[in-house]
């Protein structure tokens, strides 16, 4: 008993937490888009323990909120992207409170009165501006570079392994268990150095971006893969825990389906390498 309470206080000190952060971000920040989206995120990992609906009933009104500001890109806009959209053939669909182009989210931001194109909860393209012809070239342009790029899975298998390895090393880990896990948001890290191809020390104008949507497709695509699958050293992702999960820092999201960035997925926060037996 004193332990099942004790799980429950905790429990009940994280609800008052997400609410404090809340209350905070809403009284110290304008109400954009980006804010809320975050905010209903953290809601939605919180226990539905509140026995005045106050979680549930905060979470309604943030929705209310996001989607008063979705909705002021404009009807016009939405109607031009629709009708637009399907000339090219591109999935698209306007609901009030998610607005969605090929495989992204588009994002609103009232501050600063830009869209912004979302992929697996993380921007994939920023400050675009209110205009349909050049939201929907970005999108298609981005779509090309993130989905239709081919990836070198044997090559990729080696980056990733030496990505954990130096990562482990960082952290004097040992190297020689017969799992070696590594954070994915540390890896991620690891791999944009090790794509710089170069020891010396790589300035500012040329330093080569590994956006992590496209990190996203990569590892998706090749923990799934026939070449990961039958390795005799293969590897895994391990799902986030609760207190992980929508936490940059400490989880990554990958969708069901690369096609739709935006829809059914789960967050990792780790990778696993199984050595040979």
Do not use: W
Request: hydrophobic share 45%; net charge positive; charged share 25%.
């Amino acid at each position: 008993m004193d332990e099942q309470l004790s799980v429950q206080a905790q429990q009940i000190g994280k609800v008052k937490r997400a609410l404090r952060v809340a209350v905070q971000q809403l009284r110290t920040n304008a109400p954009s888009s980006k804010i809320l989206q975050k905010l209903i995120a953290g809601l939605q990992h919180c226990p539905k323990m509140s026995p005045d609906a106050s979680v549930a009933a905060l979470s309604s009104h943030l929705r209310m909120l996001l989607a008063s500001l979705t909705a002021g890109i404009g009807q016009g806009f939405r109607n031009e992207l629709l009708e637009k959209a399907r000339q090219c053939d591109v999935p698209c669909s306007a609901k009030p409170d998610l607005l969605t182009l090929g495989p992204f989210e588009l994002i609103y931001d009232g501050k600063s009165e830009t869209i912004e194109l979302h992929y697996a909860k993380v921007p994939a393209r920023t400050a675009l501006p209110v205009d349909v012809d050049k939201v929907l070239a970005a999108a298609n342009q981005l779509a090309l570079e993130l989905l239709d790029t081919p990836i070198d899975l044997p090559h990729f298998a080696a980056e990733l392994e030496e990505a954990i390895l130096i990562s482990l090393v960082r952290k004097r880990a040992s190297t020689r268990a017969a799992e070696l896990r590594a954070e994915l948001p540390a890896v991620h890290r690891e791999l944009t150095f090790i794509r710089q191809g170069s020891k010396k020390a790589v300035s500012k104008e040329g330093f080569r971006d590994y956006p992590m949507a496209r990190f996203v497709v990569e590892i998706a695509r090749f923990i799934r893969s026939d070449d990961n699958i039958k390795a005799d050293r293969s590897f895994r992702l391990e799902t986030a825990v609760i207190e992980n999960a929508g936490n940059r820092r400490q989880s990554v999201f990958i969708p069901k389906e690369l096609v739709t960035g935006f829809g059914e997925g789960m967050y990792y926060q780790a990778v696993v390498l199984r050595q040979s037996t």
